[in-house]
């Protein structure tokens, strides 16, 4: 019971780090609650809805340049993200 009062704690940076990691680790591995899946529906919903109407309304080339240029800085992020966490666990077996 400890555990999880320490783990609902988000009052300093680690604890919401953690927390967060954990919700993203869950998701990836399919470990997710109904209540958890339904947020993540409806706030997967929400984004392509609102990339819907932004794409909708910005059917042009400026637009489109836009939006290929926030694709192109996700994928940039995704990758740096993945390599940070890869050398991350490198460095933790290489210290056991």
Wanted: aromatic share 8%.
């Amino acid at each position: 019971m400890r555990d999880v009062e320490l783990r609902q704690r988000n009052i300093v940076f680690p604890d919401t780090a953690a927390n967060e990691a954990r919700f993203w680790r869950n998701i990836i591995s399919g470990k997710l609650t109904t209540v958890q899946i339904i947020g993540v529906i409806v706030y997967a919903g929400a984004v392509a809805a609102l990339t819907w109407l932004t794409a909708k309304e910005m059917i042009s080339i400026v637009g489109l340049l836009f939006l290929g240029g926030c694709g192109a800085a996700f994928l940039l992020l995704r990758w740096r993200v993945r390599k940070a966490l890869a050398d991350a666990h490198k460095r933790a077996r290489i210290a056991k």
